[in-house]
T-cell receptor, first 113, second 116 residues
């Protein structure tokens, strides 16, 4: 049973425009959310995170929004650059002392120059 | 600071064999987690080790096992390999102190296992 879902397997965006990647979760015990970026032949790289006590966290071109009532989060990348082309994974944790992450299946972002 | 390293990077085995994968965490990190990545399932948590003890385990059969050494290096073993075990196996380390809360995980490049 997939507790973290990324329903869009792929997304294409023009360079300079906004990229919006979406993620839904089912477990109400999740209270910490992360986005990872993965290039081929490399492990995932941490991008940005958000705690459930916030609804927005911003880091440069990357902003994550959390809607707890809808159990939905999104990653906004503005402006999108060709180097952002990668697979993006949404992940969640229950912060219960167990250090495991529940991942979505990923969204492949292609930024077109 | 050196990142998480995994060996070997690629491995080909046949059904019924066993395999051992190795992970060296970032220096000072005491928590090591293992994940399996397959095309349809994304990354799925296998287990986590902290101070040589398995603290948490995912929903995988007993053929999957692991251990952690006193220097925090970790190995995972898969016995009686099946075709469905073909996947990218990722190791992640974390500076988790064991006192609760969440610590960011840093991933290695993974070991690509192919079972024929």
């Amino acid at each position: 049973d997939q507790q973290v879902k990324q329903n869009s397997p792929s997304l294409s965006v023009q360079e300079g425009r906004i990229s919006i990647l979406n993620c839904d979760y089912t477990n109400s015990m999740f209270d910490y959310f992360l986005w990872y970026k993965k290039y081929p032949a490399e492990g995932p790289t941490f991008l940005i995170s958000i705690s459930s006590i916030k609804d927005k966290n911003e880091d440069g071109r990357f902003t994550v929004f959390l809607n707890k009532s809808a159990k939905h989060l999104s990653l906004h990348i503005v402006p999108s650059q060709p180097g952002d082309s990668a697979v993006y994974f949404c992940a969640a944790s229950a912060q219960d002392g167990a250090n495991n992450l529940f991942f979505g299946t990923g969204t492949r972002l292609t930024v077109i120059p | 600071k050196a990142g998480v390293t995994q060996t070997p990077r690629y491995l080909i085995k046949t059904r019924g064999q066993q395999v051992t994968l190795s992970c060296s965490p970032i220096s000072g990190h005491r928590s090591v987690s293992w994940y399996q990545q397959t095309p349809g399932q994304g990354l799925q948590f296998l287990f986590e080790y902290f101070s040589e003890t398995q603290r948490n385990k995912g929903n995988f059969p007993g053929r999957f096992s692991g251990r952690q050494f006193s220097n925090s290096r970790s190995e995972m073993n898969v016995s009686t390999l099946e075709l469905g075990d073909s996947a990218l196996y990722l190791c992640a380390s974390s500076p988790l102190t064991g006192t609760g809360g969440y610590n960011e995980q840093f991933f290695g490049p993974g070991t690509r296992l192919t079972v024929l």
